[in-house]
């Protein structure tokens, strides 16, 4: 079994604040990456008994959610910038994890909840309906045929990804109270789930269908900043619908992936 985990940094227990925690001039940085290597090892010895034989990970977290130095063995990791979707992710994986989500901007109660960019963008949307990373992600690994079995984060980022996937399999490190907030497990108990569900997921890789959202695609971005539209709507392949929102198009996500 070939495994996919896709890593965020706002999913992570103990993680609850952009400025201190989540920014690469964040005070608790470190910690904060110390932690999330620590729940991603925990699932990956989850996913090894569940019988897994290669692990690739692609850290998420824009400036890097990672302690590389404290990564689990038996992990390559797809690390740097820039880097594009699909990320080497192709028909040869078996599965797709999504370790330490968080849900859409606006979210009510949502932890870190933003949509690709916490600064810059408010909203997007695909084919006419509200998304974010979550439901973007599931939606590229299921044009390749690969499940999303696995996601973990607050309760929101979950609720979100059982939208797409009613049946995935999910680890809840911290119930939000606001977008900065949470009542959060203790980090040692958060790798003790992350572990069983991790092995859970595995058994559950052929009963849970992939997610896919049929082409073509239409993705349209309200950026916060009208400034930020202005040099977007400079290209050709980019269309201003308004002050602060363009669209552009494409038959495959991969396509709108590398247009947004
Ligand atoms: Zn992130």
Redesign the pocket.
Same mark, same amino acid.
């Given at each position: 079994m070939k495994i996919f985990i896709l890593g965020?940094?706002?999913g992570t227990a103990g993680v609850v604040d952009f400025k201190q925690q989540?920014y690469s001039d964040a005070k608790y940085y470190e910690q904060a990456k110390r932690l999330a290597t620590l729940e991603v090892n925990a699932l990956v010895e989850g996913v090894l008994e569940g019988g897994a034989k290669e692990i690739w990970f692609l850290d &998420?977290?824009?400036p890097g &959610?990672i302690d590389y130095e404290l990564m689990h063995a038996e992990v390559q990791m797809i690390i740097g910038r820039p880097i594009y979707a699909p990320w080497g992710l192709d028909e040869s994986f078996d599965a797709f994890f999504l370790y330490g989500h968080h849900a859409m901007d606006n979210t009510e109660r949502g932890v870190l909840c933003h949509s690709w960019s916490s600064r810059a963008i408010a909203n997007c949307w695909l084919n006419g309906e509200l998304i974010g990373e979550i439901g973007f992600n599931a939606a590229i690994a299921g044009s390749f045929g690969i499940p999303t079995v696995f996601i973990s984060g607050d309760d929101t980022a979950i609720a979100e990804a059982q939208g797409y996937v009613p049946n995935i399999v999910s680890v809840m490190t911290k119930r939000g109270i606001s977008r900065t907030s949470a009542l959060s497990l203790a980090p040692v108990k958060a790798r003790e789930l992350l572990r069983t569900g991790g092995r859970k997921a595995m058994g559950k890789i052929d009963e849970i269908e992939p997610y896919t959202i049929e082409p073509p695609y239409e993705f349209i971005t309200e950026m916060r900043d009208e400034k930020a539209v202005n040099a977007k709507a400079e290209r050709e392949d980019v269309e201003r619908l308004d002050s602060h929102k363009y669209k552009v198009v494409g038959e495959t996500l991969i396509e709108i992936a590398q247009r947004r």
């Open positions: 965020d940094l706002e989540t &998420g977290h824009g &959610g």
